[in-house]
C-alpha cells in the first residue's frame, strides 16, 4: 500500500531563516506530487505540483520553491522566512490516472516569529 | 470568482442523524472530478468520496454519499447516522481536465460539530 511521509511536523523558525520540508512517497511510482499551504481556518492553496523528476509548476508566485529530486521525494524550500509564510503545509500525492484523487501527508505546521 | 462554493461555515448535527453539507462549482469543462475531503483536528486530510462529471449514479462509500446535480452544479455531501468522530473541517475540491496535471481546487471548507 501507499504512504506518504512529511516532516518535521512541526517547525518554529525565525524570520529569514532558511526552510526545508520534505515529503516522501512509498508503494507507488511517477506520483503527481503536489505542495498546499492552508492559512489558519482557510482551505487549501496550491503552491507547487510535480508530474516527473525535476519538472516544477509553480501556481503562487512567492519567496518559496520546490524540488523534485528523486521519483518519490518532494521538497519546499525558503531562503528567507517571511512571518506571512506561516501556516500548515501539506504534501500530497496521485496517481495521475484514473480519478485522480489526490492522498495527503500528515503536515508541517510552520511558525514564523 | 470562486470555482468552489461552501456556503456554510459551520454545521451543528445531532449523533445518529443525516446531515448535508453544501457545495457549488464553477467550470466550463465537460469532464472534471469532484472530491470531498475530511480535515480532524490533526490536521491530515482524508480522502472521502468522488463523483465525475460523467457518472450517472450519485457516488457512496459507506456512511458518505454524494447528491451530484449536475445542471445546478451541486456535489453536495450527505453523512447518515452522524456520529462524534464525524466532527471535523469537510472541504470540497474540484479537478478540471483543461490544462490542470489533476490540479484540486478547494473551497474554504465547513466546519461540522456533532453533539452528542
Known amino acids: 500500500s501507499q504512504t506518504i511521509h512529511q516532516w518535521p511536523a512541526t517547525l518554529v523558525q525565525p524570520v529569514g531563516s532558511p526552510l526545508s520540508l520534505e515529503c516522501t512517497v512509498e508503494?507507488?511510482?511517477?506520483?503527481?506530487l503536489y505542495w498546499y499551504r492552508q492559512a489558519a481556518g482557510r482551505g487549501l492553496q496550491l503552491l507547487f505540483y510535480s508530474v516527473g523528476i525535476g519538472q516544477i509548476s509553480s501556481e503562487v508566485p512567492q519567496n518559496l520553491s520546490a524540488s523534485r529530486p528523486q521519483d518519490r521525494q518532494f521538497i519546499l524550500s525558503s531562503k528567507k522566512l517571511l512571518l506571512s509564510d506561516s501556516g500548515f503545509y501539506l504534501c500530497?500525492?496521485?496517481?495521475?490516472?484514473?480519478?485522480?484523487?489526490?492522498?495527503f501527508g500528515p503536515g508541517t505546521r510552520l511558525t514564523v516569529t | 470568482a470562486q470555482k468552489i462554493t461552501q456556503t456554510q461555515p459551520g454545521m451543528f448535527v445531532q449523533e445518529k442523524e443525516a446531515v448535508t453539507l453544501d457545495c457549488t462549482y464553477d467550470?466550463?469543462?465537460?469532464?472534471?472530478?469532484l472530491f470531498w475531503y475530511k480535515q480532524p483536528s490533526s490536521g491530515e486530510m482524508i480522502f472521502l468520496i468522488y463523483?465525475?462529471?460523467?457518472?450517472?449514479q450519485n457516488a457512496t462509500e459507506g456512511r458518505y454519499s454524494l447528491n451530484f446535480q449536475k445542471a445546478r452544479k451541486s456535489a453536495n455531501l450527505v453523512i447518515s447516522a452522524s456520529q462524534l468522530g464525524d466532527s471535523a473541517m469537510y472541504f470540497c475540491a474540484m479537478r478540471e481536465e483543461r490544462g490542470s496535471q489533476g490540479n484540486l481546487i478547494f473551497g474554504k471548507g465547513t466546519k461540522l460539530s456533532v453533539k452528542p
Open positions: 508503494g507507488t511510482s511517477n506520483p503527481n
Open positions: 467550470t466550463s469543462d465537460q469532464s472534471y472530478g
Open positions: 500530497a500525492w496521485s496517481s495521475g490516472t484514473g480519478a485522480y484523487e489526490q492522498y
Open positions: 463523483q465525475g462529471s460523467y457518472d450517472e
